[in-house]
């Protein structure tokens, strides 16, 4: 009688391992973010896809998009079919302290919302800020239209009142085609702050 439970546990043990083996290997070759991005001064990090074009002229900004026609985008609309997440963070150092008043994201969310209509943009056009978790981090988000481009706007809290403002944009109504993979990108993100010399 035990010959024959060793038996069955190997064959159950084989036809797992027949099973896997192909998910496995599936899910290795349609990698979502096959690609990694590492700044120059090595202190911004992250992952994205394949024949994306990333942009990253000033520490601690980046801008990952599916053409680099996206990077010279001044109010036009995103062509369809295109795609981009620009990456910002905020800290005192950055010159950007306007933008951070506020003693948590949907805090500083809102005061950006208010500024950027302060400004006289009526092409844009956003909902309420809502406060949610982004990868371990409290954020705030709010979604919107500009120039007839969909858009979000997320902030999340890095601690030690540092942020990221993640700004995504498609062409009108693409946003749920893009969306997971502008929000994988976004998880990926890791930025550490300059240390002095």
């Known amino acids: 009688m035990k010959p024959m439970h060793l038996f069955y546990g190997l064959f159950l043990?084989?036809?797992f391992a027949i099973v896997a083996v192909p998910v496995v290997a599936q899910s290795n070759a349609a990698k979502p973010l096959p690609e990694t991005y590492v700044s120059d001064d090595e202190n911004l990090t992250l992952r994205y896809p394949h024949g994306w074009?990333?942009?990253s002229d000033t520490p601690?900004?980046?801008?990952?998009?599916t053409d680099e026609s996206l990077f010279n985008l001044s109010a036009e609309a995103v062509p369809s079919g295109e795609a981009a997440l620009g990456?910002?963070?905020?800290?005192?150092?950055?010159?950007?302290?306007?933008?951070?008043?506020?003693?948590?994201?949907i805090s500083i969310l809102n005061?950006?919302?208010?500024?950027l209509f302060e400004q006289g943009d009526t092409k844009a056009t956003l909902g309420t800020p809502e406060a949610l978790t982004f990868a371990d981090h409290a954020a705030a988000r709010v979604d919107g239209t500009l120039t007839g481009?969909?858009?979000?706007?997320?902030?999340v809290d890095q601690g030690d009142k540092n942020?990221?403002?993640y700004v995504g944009i498609t062409s009108a109504d693409e946003m749920p085609k893009f969306e997971p993979k502008l929000l994988a990108i976004?998880?990926?993100v890791r930025y550490a702050l300059p240390t002095s010399s």
């Open 163 to 165: 942020y990221l403002l």
């Open 111 to 115: 005061s950006l919302v208010k500024t």
């Open 149 to 155: 481009n969909t858009i979000f706007l997320m902030i």
């Open 87 to 105: 990456v910002l963070f905020l800290d005192s150092s950055t010159g950007l302290s306007d933008l951070v008043s506020g003693s948590d994201p």
């Open 53 to 55: 074009s990333i942009q």
């Open 186 to 188: 976004a998880e990926s």
């Open 13 to 15: 043990t084989l036809l």
């Open 60 to 65: 601690g900004q980046v801008v990952i998009a």
